[in-house]
């Protein structure tokens, strides 16, 4: 079976691949997924200068999903412009993930980060882990103001990560914003920000950071990631590529994010609690349910989601 997929241009050998964030911080994490069966090297999203991140413990995993609070824990940009180069030789496709903390942040990191060649840039627009800082892609006016700006200083492919959106009017002013833009791609959906698990035989949080709130991810998120993807690939009318990201955890999870619109799909929270075993697993999985069902690849059955 031929799990290969192709979004903005790029070709990818499968249609599996790390979410920006999930062991993909430091040089060696990055190396290890060159050379592990994910369809891509995605980094964690990097900001002007290197940071530890929030204090721990700020990721928790439990049987429907996890909570992190990470703060973006990362080398600094120019570590990973000098990084990327070194990454080539693994063959298959570089995803840069750029954050900041300004608009003026992001501008140049991903004029630098674009100059070391990454197939694609992923500019995140979905951080909720930061203290005092709103998600920007919950303000569509300073969301097109960054995206124009960044466009202008970007010559690969790019794309955006959004956060989840819980009503439909807010999806309908994004899709607005990006196609003034140029967005190439879409990666939906971020962590479901600020949840709260609670520990209820310690009567205590889980994780440290911020009194316990953090971005939720795995099975949990799946319904809410499934509705963005789907939600977006109706009204860009399938015109723009989806990575579909949230909940994937076996190959039914995937196929059901390619029927709603998904291209490709990344996995967070079922990589960093399984390992990097998890991409052959999954790629079988889809496999061999894409073949039962007669599909000859997963781009055959993209958007074909019935309705009643
Ligand atoms: C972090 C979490 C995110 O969901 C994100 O998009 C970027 C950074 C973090 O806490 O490190």
Redesign the pocket.
Known sequence: MDLSTTIAGVRFPSCFMNA??ARCVTGDELDALGRSRSAAIVTK?MTLAPRD??PEPRYYGFPAGSI??????NLGYLAYARIIPELRKFGKPIIASV?GFSEEDFVIIAKVINESRPDLIEV?L?????PGEPQIGYDPDVSARLLKRVRNVVSVPMGV?LPPYFDPAHQERMAQVLEGVGVQFLSLI??VGNGLVVNPDEERVAIKPKGGFG?LGGPLIKPVALANVRAFWKLFGGRLPIIGVGGVVNGTDAFEHFLCGASAVQVGTALVEEGLGVFERLENELAMLLARKGYASPLACRGNLKEL
């Open positions: 920006a964030g999203s991140g929030n992190n609070s990470m703060g973006l824990p954050a995140n979905s951080c909720p882990n930061i990560k971020n962590s971005g």
